[in-house]
C-alpha cells in the first residue's frame, strides 16, 4: 500500500516510509540486450523509493545495486537462457534483489585468480553484498542478494 506523503517534513516521510516496504518486480526473456533494461529497472526503481517514498539512498547504492543485478543477469543469459524475474524490495535501509531463472545448476564463485580473465561476476557481488543466497527451486533457482542503501554516518559506504 502506498501512502501519499506530501506537506510533510523530510524526516516525517522517512518515518512513514520505514513502517512499510516497497517492492517492485518485472520478468525479462533474459537476452544480453535485456541486461541494460534491467539495470534501468533498479535505477527507476530506486529513484521512485527516493522521490515518492522519501527514501535515503546513496549515490553509491544505485551504483552497486546496478552492478549486482548486471552481473546476475549476465549469469543469466550465459548460463540459463531464458525466462528470468527480477523482484525490488527495500525497507528504507537494505534493497533484496531476487533474482529467478529456470536453469539447475547453481552459482560458485571461481578460486581466486588474479590471472584469470574474465568470470569474476560472482566475486563482486560476494563482495559489495551484506548476504547471499541460492535456493533451488521445483523449476530452476532463486537467487537473493541484500546491499546497504546508504553510507553509515561514521563515512563508511554502502558496502
Not at 525479462?28 to 533494461?37: F, N, Q, R, T, V
Request: proline share 4%; with cysteine.
Amino acid at each position: 500500500m502506498e501512502q501519499l506523503m506530501y506537506g510533510m517534513t523530510g524526516q516525517e516521510r522517512r518515518e512513514v516510509a520505514a513502517t512499510e516496504s516497497v517492492r517492485a518486480g518485472t520478468a525479462y526473456d533474459m537476452g544480453s540486450e535485456e541486461i541494460a533494461l534491467a539495470r534501468r529497472f533498479v535505477e527507476e526503481f530506486l529513484t521512485v523509493a527516493r522521490s515518492r517514498h522519501g527514501l535515503d539512498v546513496s549515490a553509491r547504492a544505485v551504483e552497486i545495486a546496478q552492478l549486482v543485478v548486471s552481473e546476475l543477469a549476465t549469469n543469466v543469459c550465459k548460463y540459463a537462457p531464458g525466462p528470468c524475474l527480477l523482484d525490488l524490495e527495500t525497507d528504507g535501509s537494505t534493497l533484496d534483489i531476487v533474482m529467478w531463472d529456470s536453469g539447475p545448476v547453481l552459482p560458485a564463485a571461481s578460486p581466486a585468480d588474479a590471472a584469470r580473465i574474465g568470470r569474476h561476476g560472482l566475486e563482486l557481488v560476494l563482495m559489495v553484498c551484506q548476504s547471499f543466497a541460492v535456493h533451488r527451486e521445483p523449476v530452476g533457482k532463486r537467487i537473493r542478494v541484500r546491499i546497504a542503501l546508504h553510507d553509515d554516518p561514521a563515512g563508511h559506504t554502502a558496502w
